[in-house]
């Protein structure tokens, strides 16, 4: 098998001239279409039935509904197939509705089958017979005929198919089709068949809404809500909210209202409503609650976007969002719920004025539903205000007796109703004390304090939460501060080890937990996920800090020291096999604590804290492991500050090894900004130049900093050898960014001493020797040195896929081996290196996707390179589709001007040129030239300099020299060769 693993690839190769009647070549695609959809979707359904029959399917369904709810919300199952399993008519499901991919998502989710070897995602290998190693087979094929773009199929390659796909469905129980089979095998064939083309052109856009996340296809994210009979005195309100977004003309409707008034339960309801099929419109719901940055708000806006939560925080989620807006087709409302933490920060206007960008590039397709207390005004940005008011004492009786659940009649509602200034929060607080206390010992708490409840509803709300507290138990009560502990949402586990702070004996912490539950203090939005209202929140430290200070403060450390030693075991399974995404969308779940938490944990190491010294020590084995895992998940400039504060608490006298791994660490911070800095556009030149050489700068000095401290304590280092390897790839690669060809063996000596201690002191199968080859076979590519690198690349790949299985890292090597076969190719004689190149370089793209939903930036070059590959070996049409979709990665990834854009669609047209499509290639040479102008970007700088020219110089009146200065120097041998092909870009 080919690098890659890439199996059965369907041909996308030039056909020739097209005839009048199909070829037999034709008809073999599709008589494998019609096997795959006459037979294949029967055949899964006919498997899924043996285990959830029509009897049973829909009691089935209904217990798993809050999973495939989850599935919903990512965007695994559409809405057009949640109609299926869940009729809006009210009749029962029928299996014979669902499609390939929910019977496959079904399958996968509510039957107890073991996933197959290489999982359920992957071809299986072909000695796998097992059912769950066909039903995947069957969904591999079905992708695999969705990519391509002609149906011609090889005779040789159609009986090696034909036959795997039929074993597959005689394996699922379908031995009694094996003579309809046969006789479809030779039907003959009716091209306009429109079942055929129409269920093939659904799998295309639907494979295509799975791999470049187009936006044009979004489902709606919503949050869990309470039916419409639950949801007392806001049903004008609702539908006010709703006929105003409707209508097309408002831009912002903001719900407005006083602390509990229920603007939340209103969002939740108004997102559903809204997001109902006959309304045409997709929504996203948004969590803003305690996002107080425009990074956290922004974050929060963009994982409502995608089917996954993004694991990746990009450097600037401004310019994702805008890139994602101008792309959709559709009518799209954002609900932003709770959005005053950041619309009362000192981000507001840059917040306000990204709203205003969305809408403008999404050519007035996005529109707001934003909660706040306050309103705002923008002129760019018109609003219309549904202010909630407190309930009519009628609305307020009938929420009481309600929320007053098992209470049978109630003879002072009314008093108790005025007592709660009819406001929704303080009555659903009350409600269910009822329960356990006399309306006249509520009556007496909540009569303790005069207060005038017309002037401030916030005292009536707060006077409901402190009758409550008062009426906890001493655990209840020592609970409900502890809680105020957390930063948004927490889970069980964190609740759990805050608890151990209570001074009651014997209590069951859980149980007390759950109590708050029962009396509205705290909510429960997800199961064993807990949060407070902000209001409640608020109350809860207040209260803490005056009267329970100690308790608090005891919560706060056992909090940090939960949060840091589960993200030293998010990092150690970020480096385990095939866990690289499960371990980043852990950290996504908590990312408001363990952002927090972090710079606690630093502040309480800067103030000799040995609490949280001696309780997070965990986080400082294989420390570098553990920083390179948080590079991943933290926003580049809170990573940078979280490194620069944790430097300051050690010591180079007593801990030498820390400060060397900091520094190092921090050095390729300063190198990464020095690289952006270089396709940046947003820097004057005379300030770029000023911020580059200061990057560099601080780059050299933390490295030879780092190199003094390693020789001065060398002793140490031996005793860790992960810390001695990192230092040494560290200033291996450090030497290599300075290009200086005397510095070539100095770089040897240290990747070599890194090897040696990889060998004798680590694993061999550890993730940082298969680091220390790949950054080896790098510089030996540099220096061409073509056997080595080969050599290194290839044993660096090997280690990363034995002991790390689909990860960035992994997928990084792969790319790496295509660099390296891309620039051999036309230089070493013998195996074909494009046709290598390729299968490593589809291989890299399919694993960036499967790690990042849509793609990465990572992958952004490796597209272009892949189509260049294509390029040359003339199969244009692949090589076409990959360029659109590096194009496509590089609008929702990067910056609106950009080095990498450039050179996607200079390369571009230098295909569209070779095809004949002359204007199309003048247009888009056009588009990246002038791109690089504002970039002061010169040709002479650019890596396809030679067949831009070569372009350009035959079309001068469109290109004048004074518009666009070719910089060409004499032309040798070296430059005429050049022009005959496009360069590749190293994708590192």
């Given at each position: 098998m080919a690098a890659g693993g890439i199996s059965f690839p369907i041909s996308t190769g030039h056909c020739g001239p097209s005839v009048a009647g199909p070829s037999e070549e034709k008809t073999n695609g599709t008589r494998l279409t019609r096997l795959l959809i006459d037979e294949g979707t029967e055949a899964l359904r006919k498997f899924f039935d043996s285990f959830h029959p029509e009897s049973t399917l829909q009691h089935t369904l209904k217990n798993n509904r809050p999973k495939l709810e989850q599935l919903k919300r990512k965007r695994v199952i559409f809405d057009t197939q949640w109609e299926n399993l869940f009729p809006s008519s009210g009749k029962p499901p029928n299996s014979k509705e669902f499609d390939i991919?929910?019977?496959?998502?079904?399958?996968?989710?509510?039957?107890?089958?073991?996933?197959?070897?290489?999982?359920?995602?992957?071809?299986?290998?072909?000695?796998?017979?097992?059912?769950?190693?066909?039903?995947?087979?069957?969904?591999?094929?079905?992708?695999?005929?969705?990519?391509?773009?002609?149906?011609?199929?090889?005779?040789?390659?159609?009986?090696?198919?034909?036959?795997?796909?039929?074993?597959?469905?005689?394996?699922?129980e379908v031995a009694a089709y094996r003579k309809k089979l046969q006789s479809l095998k030779s039907a003959t064939i009716d091209h306009d068949a429109r079942l055929v083309e129409e269920e093939v052109e659904q799998w295309r856009r639907e494979k295509e809404l799975e791999k470049s996340g187009n936006v044009s296809e979004l489902c709606s994210c919503l949050p869990d809500d309470r039916p419409e009979e639950h949801i007392i005195g806001r049903g004008e309100q609702i539908k006010d909210i709703k006929d105003k977004v409707q209508s097309g003309i408002v831009p912002v409707v903001l719900i407005t209202g006083g602390p509990g008034f229920g603007k939340t339960t209103v969002a939740k309801r108004v997102a559903c409503e809204l997001a109902k099929a006959e309304n045409k419109r997709i929504v996203l719901f948004c969590r803003l609650l305690r996002k107080t940055t425009f990074n956290e708000a922004t974050m929060e806006m963009i994982n409502s976007?995608?089917?996954?939560?993004?694991?990746?925080?990009?450097?600037?989620?401004?310019?994702?969002?805008?890139?994602?807006?101008?792309?959709?087709?559709?009518?799209?409302?954002?609900?932003?719920?709770?959005?005053?933490?950041?619309?009362?920060?000192?981000?507001?206007?840059?917040?306000?004025?990204?709203?205003?960008?969305?809408?403008?590039?999404?050519?007035k397709h996005v529109t707001f539903v934003i909660t706040t207390r306050t309103t705002f005004q923008n002129p760019d940005l018109p609003s219309e205000e549904v202010m909630l008011h407190p309930l009519s004492k009628e609305q307020a009786k009938d929420l009481l007796v309600a929320e007053a659940k098992n209470v049978q009649e109630l003879s002072q509602a009314e008093r108790i109703v005025d007592l709660c200034g009819c406001v929704p929060l303080a009555l659903c607080i009350v409600g269910p004390l009822l329960s356990d206390y006399t309306e006249e010992i509520l009556i007496e708490n909540l009569e303790k304090e005069p207060l005038d409840i017309l002037e401030d509803d916030q005292v009536s709300v707060e006077k409901a939460i402190e009758t409550s507290f008062d009426l906890l138990t001493e655990a209840g009560q020592e609970a409900f501060v502890l809680m105020s502990t957390f930063k948004g949402s927490f889970d069980s586990g964190a609740a759990e080890?805050?608890?151990?702070?209570?001074?009651?004996?014997?209590?069951?912490?859980?149980?007390?937990?759950?109590?708050?539950?029962?009396?509205?203090?705290?909510?429960?939005?997800?199961?064993?996920?807990?949060?407070?209202?902000?209001?409640?929140?608020?109350?809860?430290?207040k209260i803490g800090q005056a009267k329970h200070a100690d308790l608090l403060a005891r919560g706060e450390k056992l909090a940090c020291v939960y949060f840091m030693s589960r993200l030293a075991n998010n990092a150690e399974l970020y480096w385990k096999r095939d866990s690289c995404k499960e371990s980043l969308s852990s950290f996504n779940k908590d990312r408001s604590n363990f952002e927090h938490f972090l710079g606690n944990y630093a502040r309480g190491r800067r103030e000799k804290d040995e609490e949280i010294m001696e309780g997070s020590q965990t986080l400082l084995e294989s420390f570098p492991q553990k920083c390179m895992y948080l590079e991943k998940c933290l926003h580049p400039k809170n990573y940078a500050q979280i490194l620069e504060q944790l430097l300051d608490t050690f010591d180079s006298n007593n801990q030498p090894v820390h400060v060397v791994e900091l520094l190092c660490l921090l050095g390729h911070e300063c190198r990464k900004k020095d690289q952006k800095k270089q396709t940046s556009p947003n820097l004057f030149v005379g300030k770029f130049g000023k911020c580059r050489k200061k990057d560099q700068k601080k780059y050299s000095e933390r490295m030879e900093t780092a190199e003094e401290i390693y020789r001065l304590n060398a002793a140490k280092f031996r005793e860790n050898p992960l810390s001695e390897v990192y230092f040494h790839n560290s200033y291996a690669r450090y030497l290599s960014d300075k290009k200086d060809p005397k510095e070539n063996k100095r770089i040897e000596k240290e990747t070599q001493s890194a090897l040696d201690v990889s060998v004798t002191s680590l694993c061999y199968l550890h993730p940082e020797t298969a680091a220390t080859l790949l950054l080896s076979g790098?510089?030996?590519?540099?220096?061409?040195?073509?056997?080595?690198?080969?050599?290194?690349?290839?044993?660096?790949?090997?280690?990363?896929?034995?002991?790390?299985?689909?990860?960035?890292?992994?997928?990084?090597?792969?790319?790496?081996?295509?660099?390296?076969?891309?620039?051999?190719?036309?230089?070493?004689?013998?195996?074909?290196?494009?046709?290598?190149?390729?299968?490593?370089?589809?291989?890299?793209?399919?694993?960036?996707?499967?790690?990042?939903?849509?793609?990465?930036?990572?992958?952004i070059l490796t597209l272009k390179n892949c189509a260049i590959c294509n390029q040359k070996r003339r199969s244009f049409d692949e090589a076409m589709n990959l360029f659109k979709k590096a194009e496509q990665l590089a609008e929702r990834e990067l910056e609106e001007k950009h080095e990498w854009k450039v050179s996607i669609k200079t390369t571009w047209a230098i295909l569209h040129d070779e095809m004949g499509n002359t204007d199309k290639a003048k247009e888009m040479m056009l588009e990246g030239l002038s791109m690089a102008k504002k970039l002061k970007l010169s040709i002479e700088k650019m890596r396809n300099?030679?067949?831009?020219?070569?372009?350009?110089?035959?079309?001068?009146?469109?290109?004048?020299?004074?518009?666009?200065?070719?910089?060409?120097?004499?032309?040798?041998?070296?430059?005429?060769?050049?022009?005959?092909?496009?360069?590749?870009e190293d994708s590192q």
């Open positions: 991919t929910l019977l496959h998502v079904l399958l996968r989710e509510m039957v107890h089958l073991k996933a197959p070897s290489n999982g359920w995602h992957k071809m299986p290998s072909d000695s796998d017979e097992s059912p769950e190693a066909s039903i995947v087979r069957i969904k591999c094929y079905r992708n695999e005929l969705c990519h391509s773009v002609s149906t011609v199929v090889p005779n040789d390659e159609f009986e090696v198919k034909w036959n795997m796909i039929s074993l597959s469905l005689e394996v699922l976007c995608h089917k996954e939560v993004n694991t990746q925080v990009p450097e600037d989620p401004r310019q994702k969002l805008i890139n994602w807006c101008k792309q959709i087709q559709n009518q799209v409302t954002f609900v932003l719920d709770n959005a005053d933490g950041v619309i009362e920060s000192e981000d507001r206007e840059s917040f306000l004025d990204c709203l205003c960008d969305l809408r403008k590039h999404s050519k080890a805050v608890m151990k702070a209570c001074s009651v004996p014997g209590i069951r912490h859980m149980s007390t937990v759950r109590s708050l539950k029962k009396r509205s203090l705290i909510e429960q939005p997800s199961s064993r996920r807990y949060e407070m209202h902000p209001l409640i929140h608020s109350y809860a430290r790098t510089n030996a590519k540099r220096r061409k040195q073509f056997d080595t690198a080969t050599r290194q690349l290839t044993k660096a790949l090997e280690l990363f896929k034995r002991c790390l299985g689909e990860h960035f890292m992994t997928a990084e090597a792969l790319k790496a081996l295509a660099d390296l076969f891309f620039f051999l190719d036309g230089k070493a004689e013998g195996e074909d290196n494009l046709t290598i190149c390729i299968d490593y370089y589809k291989a890299a793209i399919e694993m960036f996707d499967d790690l990042v939903e849509g793609g990465s930036k990572e992958s300099k030679d067949p831009i020219r070569s372009f350009i110089n035959r079309y001068p009146k469109e290109f004048p020299e004074t518009e666009f200065p070719r910089g060409e120097k004499k032309k040798g041998k070296k430059e005429i060769r050049g022009k005959k092909k496009n360069c590749s």
